[in-house]
């Protein structure tokens, strides 16, 4: 297992800050021992629609615990509809590797869904008919100098993946390389995949999926994991809440504290 993350305990923990936060937690699949769970509300009038998951690559546990932390905060707002995925990938997590225990790399496998753990994700979204917002996933890179993220969008607020950039950067550095994963990047900011080319990309990340059939805007946040595990999980926690409040910003005048 990571050594920052036993699946089971993990999941108890959540599913006890979910029960006192006021969601349900849903099953909607299983991978092999572990159950695959997300935290939802049901608000009359949401203004907002966010798809939130973490831990796809089982070595990369400051997500999970970013979103654990901010449960137990009581921090989700009640007015908005979450749909929290915090473990996607529970027995790489467990084993602690990026794959699952069937040795597939989940984020590379939303276009075929060869693996389990994929096909119950894209089932449950298929079945809930869901259009969000946003849909936000928190990584982790191993070989990154700093924060960046992932921006695909149709539309969006201009300077919403600089404005992230911006509230992170007291807390992480951000990795302001000319090139990130093969893609070009300006100051942390990524944006790849233009709807036209989605049919020449030949293994799809979640978000990617995200993107052709439930969102209008992705973000992918991703911390390098080279840095003490309780930086990381905070660059995400400010990260998440940024974004939020960014995206609330035309529904309502007051915002959360970060």
């Not at 539309?155 to 007291?170: N, R």
């Amino acid at each position: 297992m990571s050594a920052d993350l036993a699946p089971h305990d993990f999941l108890r923990r959540f599913v006890s800050a979910a029960d006192a936060a006021g969601f349900r937690v849903v099953q909607y699949g299983q991978a092999d021992e572990f159950p695959l769970l997300v935290a939802e509300n049901s608000p009359a009038s949401p203004r907002l629609g966010i798809h939130l998951s973490a831990g796809i690559h089982g070595d990369e546990p400051a997500g999970s615990l970013a979103l654990l932390t901010l449960m137990q905060q009581g921090w989700f707002d009640a007015g908005i509809a979450w749909h929290i995925f915090p473990l996607l990938n529970p027995t790489g997590m467990d084993s602690g590797t990026r794959e699952n225990r069937a040795g597939l790399d989940l984020n590379r496998d939303y276009r075929h869904a060869a693996a389990e753990e994929t096909r119950a994700h894209q089932n449950w979204l298929a079945h809930t008919r869901r259009r969000y917002d946003a849909a936000l996933a928190l990584h982790e890179d191993w070989e990154s100098r700093g924060f960046y993220l992932y921006e695909v969008r149709e539309s969006a607020e201009p300077d919403l993946g600089y404005a992230i950039l911006q509230a992170v950067e007291p807390f992480l550095p951000i990795d302001r390389s000319p090139e990130i994963d093969g893609f070009p990047a300006r100051d942390g900011l990524l944006r790849p995949h233009a709807d036209a080319s989605l049919a020449t990309v030949e293994q799809w990340p979640e978000q990617l999926f995200l993107r052709q059939s439930h969102t209008a805007l992705s973000l992918t946040f991703e911390t390098p994991s080279a840095f003490p595990l309780p930086r990381r999980v905070l660059g995400h926690i400010v990260a998440v809440k940024t974004a939020v409040n960014r995206l609330l910003a035309p529904h309502i005048e007051d915002t959360f504290d970060i």
